[in-house]
């Protein structure tokens, strides 16, 4: 059964750094979204992209967050000065053209922890 | 400001009884609706959808949707301590757009 992949599962990184999550979604799929869950909290979304450009993003997805598509399989998140509270657990999530009942499949996530 | 709202639980079921998950949502235009399962640390797996009123079954899963009263459920029957987990509802507005998720409801299923 087709799956959206992530990498890596975790990743520590110090406060300031530069880290790249990347994910290979369901290869048919149109449609590709990141998310993130802080501990305990609800899924929020960060940015959705499709043709190759940001479709919607929300509050959260400042200038500290980009998302490219650098070849026809990988969709990367980069966040470029990471913070304490940006330590979460990434989501990639991808979905198929479709109208109704487009289903969206999540990949197995990335932990981040920033320290 | 699109919410969805359930009740965080837990909530305990006997093994083998019907176990009941309730979510409501702000956005009287949403158009689709998902239910997914989401293990301690892992990702939210999807269950099913319904975009319809009414009711949809898949094996043990039903999901039940009332747009009048932006209502929406999923009964399990037959729980399995495997069961176990927190289930979040989401829910599209329409199209592709990003799913809106709620806290999540925890289910614990006592053998």
């Known amino acids: 059964e087709p799956e959206v992949t992530q990498t890596p599962s975790h990743q520590v990184t110090q406060m300031g750094q530069e880290v790249i999550l990347r994910c290979v979604p369901i290869?048919?799929?149109?449609?590709f979204y990141w998310y993130r869950q802080i501990l305990g909290q609800k899924v929020e979304f960060l940015v959705s992209?499709?043709?190759?450009?940001?479709?919607?993003k929300s509050e959260i997805f400042d200038d500290q967050f980009s998302v490219e598509r650098p070849d026809g399989s990988n969709f990367t998140l980069k966040i470029r000065s990471t913070k304490l509270e940006d330590s979460a657990m990434y989501f990639c999530?991808?979905?198929?053209?479709?109208?109704?009942?487009?289903?969206?499949?999540f990949g197995q996530g990335t932990r981040l922890t920033v320290v | 400001q699109k919410e969805v709202e359930q009740n965080s639980g837990p909530l305990s079921v006997p093994e083998g009884a019907i176990a009941s998950l309730n979510c409501t949502y702000s956005?009287?235009?949403?158009?689709?609706f998902f239910w997914y399962r989401q293990y301690s640390g892992k990702s939210p797996e999807l269950i099913m959808f319904?975009?319809?009123?009414g009711d949809k079954e898949d094996g043990r899963f039903t999901a039940q949707l009332n747009k009048a009263s932006q209502y929406v459920s999923l009964l399990i029957r037959d729980s399995q301590p495997s069961d176990s987990a927190t289930y979040l509802c989401?829910?599209?507005?329409?199209?592709?757009?990003?799913?809106?998720f709620g806290k999540g409801t925890r289910l614990s299923v006592i053998a």
């Open positions: 999530a991808s979905s198929g053209q479709g109208g109704e009942g487009t289903e969206a499949f």
């Open positions: 290869s048919n799929h149109l449609y």
């Open positions: 992209f499709y043709n190759n450009e940001i479709s919607e």
């Open positions: 956005d009287r235009g949403s158009q689709s």
């Open positions: 319904i975009y319809s009123n």
């Open positions: 989401a829910v599209r507005p329409w199209g592709n757009t990003p799913l809106v």
